[in-house]
């Protein structure tokens, strides 16, 4: 659904990453470049979902509980 988002609403600022097909964390790090809390939320969500990163590893998964985590999806879904 965020990743939806990103590619309607920033489609232009993002055309090469789409291209290369990347994720919401690529577009956040992205979008977000000059804003680092944003970043960081979306970098946090992605922790949380256990979103690989694009060279093939996982990140340190976090062990946010469901309400966290509905919670920040929203959070980051009214951001974009």
């Not at 577009?27 to 694009?54: A, G, M, W």
């Amino acid at each position: 659904i965020l990743e939806f988002f990103f590619t309607i609403k920033h489609a232009e600022e993002l055309k090469e990453k789409i291209q290369q097909r990347k994720g919401i964390r690529t577009f956040s790090e992205e979008i977000f470049k000059d804003n680092e809390l944003q970043k960081t939320k979306f970098v946090r969500l992605c922790n949380y979902l256990n979103i690989p990163l694009h060279d093939g590893t996982l990140p340190t998964r976090s062990d946010g509980d469901a309400t966290t985590v509905v919670k920040l999806f929203f959070e980051c879904l009214k951001t974009i």
